[in-house]
């Protein structure tokens, strides 16, 4: 253990707490003239150590649920209860040219019972009992406020300062207590840049089907912020090194298709990873914030090879149609975890197209061409251009920059005809009123293939008068009618 780094991260914490001492030694004064300790404690000390404290504030007492929102709407005009089942009540509080959000737990002692998806709540007496029973040592480390002294006795702040993921108990008790630990494990090994310890690993494999009794929309909220993390690819392979993918999202796994010196190709598994790590490059580059469906859409782009995958004479390997496929793995998938409607169908929409720029080969793009992406992409043409581009993973220096230099000539002949012709809003020259007035019918389904044939004249042409549209209708409806 580096004395150095034990040092740098002490000093961070003391720079950071002097940060936060007006609002939390204010707070820890009114608890212990009550009679209650109060401590910094968990993620928000070890933000502390590392440099990266924000905001919001976790804290845990000896006092009750009931005396913590007493003692809280006495410090804040901004008080909730949401969380009191369990023991928490929280705040907000302006103070200092910020404002802070401040939850107070009660001493916890949960458990899972055998076969629950919920803990039983049972409030602990004592700090160690609560650090004890939580996920990782560098999260069991706290801070008595206002006496600002510091409590490890769990080893948090060597795990910290060597970047190891350990369990205060021993990991088959940490994890049987809340499965959804090993999913945080990987997050955390994601987030931090940590490793988690050889016991930690031998624990996850060992207990992967205990996840089962974890509710679905747990499990998506910790995939969703490890996804989201700076780093996902080496939590995401923790996932499927121990299992615990082949129970939350088999789909993942199933990409380390058996490969031979026959059928020779890519490793789908970890050109999807890749795929991944190039989507959130270029995501900077042009959203600055991370974006949930583009990430879950570059990791999951190729669900739908396993299925498709066919060998053909002379060792080639093909996945004909696994765009389609993919999209309705992925669509099933995310359903299955809970994941809202919109993002289930944006997700799938960039499965389904990912490849559609590679259908048009190395040709020169017609104007029609153009339209027809721009309109099947919609709203998701700004995830579609990085996901495409993110595709590219082939170590053939000339072929990526023949790719490259295709889709920039892309992109330029979108933003040209998007100045010319509105691309975003495509559609029929004729509304439905104006197709019955012209063809003197009333509502039914001609009027909708009448539309739809607009459409399609639109999309193979680009824009006309309502005179060339009226004239393009009447010739349709007498050819249809002879």
């Known amino acids: 253990m580096s004395q150095a780094r034990l040092s740098n991260a002490q000093t961070r914490a003391v720079t950071e707490l002097l940060r936060i001492a007006p609002v939390v030694d204010r707070l820890g004064r009114l608890f212990e003239k009550a009679g209650h300790e109060l401590y910094l404690v968990g993620g928000s000390v070890r933000d502390a150590l ?16 009931d005396e913590i929102e007493r003692l809280l709407r006495s ?6 209860t949401i969380g009191k089942a369990f023991g928490t009540i929280g705040c907000k509080v302006d103070e200092g040219g910020a404002s802070w959000v401040i939850e107070v737990t009660t001493y916890r002692a949960d458990a899972y019972e055998a076969e629950s998806r919920k803990p039983i709540v049972e409030f602990g007496d004592t700090l160690e009992g609560d650090l004890i029973r939580r996920d990782f040592t560098v999260n069991a480390m706290a801070v008595s406020i206002p006496g600002k002294r510091f409590s490890d006795p769990y080893g948090g702040l060597r795990d910290l300062s060597e970047g190891v993921l350990r369990t205060p108990a021993p990991p088959e008790v940490s994890f049987s207590d809340d499965p959804l630990r090993m999913m945080r494990a990987a997050r955390f090994t994601s987030s931090l840049g940590f490793r988690p310890a050889a016991d930690v690993i031998a624990a996850m494999t060992a207990m992967a089907d205990r996840i089962s009794i974890v509710s679905a929309e747990r499990v998506r909220d910790e995939l969703s912020k490890l996804l989201l993390s700076d780093r996902p690819r080496a939590g995401l392979a923790l996932l499927v090194l121990t299992g615990l993918a082949d129970r939350v999202l088999p789909e993942l796994p199933a990409l380390r298709l058996e490969r031979d010196e026959h059928h020779r190709h890519k490793d789908v598994f970890e050109h999807s990873l890749t795929v991944l790590e190039q989507a959130i490059d270029l995501e900077r580059e042009r959203f600055g914030e991370p974006d949930l469906v583009l990430r879950l859409a570059a990791l999951l782009h190729d669900i739908g090879k396993p299925d498709t995958r066919r060998f053909e004479a002379g060792g080639k390997v093909t996945f004909h149609h696994h765009d389609v496929v993919g999209a309705k793995l992925a669509r099933k998938r995310l359903t299955a975890l809970r994941f809202p409607s919109e993002v289930v169908k944006d997700v799938a929409t960039l499965v389904e197209l990912h490849l559609r ?71 029929p020259d004729l509304d439905g009123q104006q197709i019955m007035a012209i063809l003197g019918i009333g509502p039914g389904p001609q009027v909708g293939q009448a539309y739809r044939m607009l459409l399609e004249h639109r999309l193979e042409h680009g824009p006309a008068s309502e005179d060339q549209a009226r004239e393009t209708l009447l010739a349709w409806w007498a050819a249809r009618s002879s």
């Open 50 to 65: 590392l440099g990266q404290l924000g905001h919001d504030l976790d804290l845990t007492t000896s006092a009750r649920p």
């Open 75 to 80: 410090f804040s005009r901004s008080v909730w």
């Open 357 to 427: 720029f590679h259908g048009y080969g190395d040709g020169q793009w017609t104007d029609s061409a153009v339209r027809r992406y721009v309109r099947d992409a919609g709203d998701q043409l700004p995830r579609l251009h990085i996901l495409t581009r993110a595709d590219c993973t082939t170590r053939n220096q000339a072929k990526a920059a023949r790719l490259r230099a295709a889709y920039d000539d892309l992109e330029e002949r979108i933003d040209v005809l998007a100045e010319q012709e509105e691309l975003a809003a495509i559609r």
